[in-house]
């Protein structure tokens, strides 16, 4: 069955300590995080010091419950596929270089699979399958049936070739996990599990296992984009309330243009940085592995969250224009009542002269 990350998955796997998610509840920072996130996510880390806030109920990537899924017991047979988005990117020339020297071997892909890193290791978690790692330069990693221990080695060592990493307990709390099996006809997704070809040479694997895990590093930096959008909405959550009751809203001018960058950066990483709106080139000529990836783009929902976190953008967008038009109308009032102040003063100032 395919577990989709759910909190008691989450806490019971090796690679989340039980005390990281309690940091995540309890709204300390276990690392760094990004610009982005470090304006979005770090007033939200702290329900304990801001009343109202709340922690998130669930992973955004979680998946409704498939009551058709596999019985447990087919899950020892399977392996497993792990994704993780860490960082807003990764520097991928030095990382190669970096994992090489620790032993592991790079794998050529075509030319116009551009910004991904493929790394082959010999610590597979079950001999039925070689272990794989596919890192994209947006900041995603997948592992493919990779031993436990090495995947924690590997993480660390990918620290220190992330640009603007995620919150730990983020990363791990926002991952996707599927599981996967080698059997006989073609490559498939079939009731939330990965079905691999035997009969396809390694090459040809690597391809198929790329075209999923592309699917899977869109899905987990989306899901981090969801949080960011979901703690910059609580921020901004008591404005139409506080207008309704005519009271005013207390924010200067410099806070409002902060909350319109946060909101047009997150739109930008959505739209214009990623490949979320538009199937990627590299599938164009290659009509097997488009079909993969559309299909396992479908099964995470990803059109659908697009939509969805794109809507909740223009509302955000229209409420921010409300607040700066309102600042603007109370700029110029102040400017106006500072007009009418002086030419009172000028007025009396005549009529002294006049008088005295």
């Not at 790394?119 to 049936?145: H, Q, Y």
């Not at 609580?234 to 809203?249: A, H, Y």
């Not at 207390?250 to 979320?276: A, P, W, Y």
Request: aromatic share 8%; hydrophobic share 40%.
């Amino acid at each position: 069955m395919c577990r989709r990350h759910s909190l008691p998955a989450a806490a019971g796997s090796p690679l989340i300590d039980p005390r990281m998610l309690a940091v995540f509840k309890g709204g300390h920072k276990c690392f760094y995080s990004s610009d982005l996130m470090k304006s979005v996510l770090k007033p939200s880390l702290k329900p304990a010091a801001t009343p109202g806030k709340r922690v998130p109920k669930g992973p955004r990537t979680k998946q409704p419950s498939r009551a058709n899924q596999p019985s447990q017991s087919v899950d020892k047979d399977m392996m497993q596929c792990i994704a993780f988005a860490t960082a807003d990117q990764y520097h991928l020339p030095t990382l190669c270089h970096d994992l090489i020297t620790h032993g592991f071997t790079e794998l050529e892909l075509p030319r116009d699979a551009a910004n991904v890193l493929v790394i082959n290791t010999d610590m597979a978690a079950k001999p039925d399958d070689n272990a794989l790692m596919f890192f994209f330069r947006e900041g995603s990693v997948v592992f493919w049936n990779v031993e436990e221990k090495t995947m924690k080695n590997v993480l660390r060592i990918l620290e220190n070739h992330e640009i603007q990493p995620y919150e730990v307990a983020l990363v791990h709390w926002e991952n996707e996990e599927i599981n996967y099996t080698v059997g006989a006809g073609n490559t498939k997704l079939e009731r939330g599990n990965f079905i691999l070809s035997d009969e396809m040479d390694q090459h040809e694997a690597v391809l198929e296992k790329f075209a999923f895990s592309n699917a899977l590093c869109l899905s987990v930096k989306l899901a981090i984009w969801e949080v960011s959008l979901d703690y910059f909405v609580d921020s901004i959550q008591s404005i139409p309330e506080t207008l309704k009751s005519g009271n005013r809203v207390k924010l200067s001018s410099s806070e409002v243009m902060q909350k319109i960058g946060e909101l047009f950066t997150l739109r930008h990483c959505i739209n214009l940085r990623s490949d979320l709106l538009l199937t990627p080139d590299f599938y164009w000529d290659r009509e097997n592995l488009e079909k993969l990836y559309d299909k396992t783009c479908q099964f995470l929902s990803i059109n659908r969250r697009v939509n969805v976190i794109n809507e909740k953008l223009e509302h955000c967008t229209q409420l921010t224009d409300l607040m700066r038009s309102h600042l603007s109308e109370k700029h110029s009032l102040r400017l106006e009542w500072m007009i009418v102040i002086l030419i009172t003063i000028e007025v009396m100032f005549e009529l002294a002269k006049m008088f005295f």
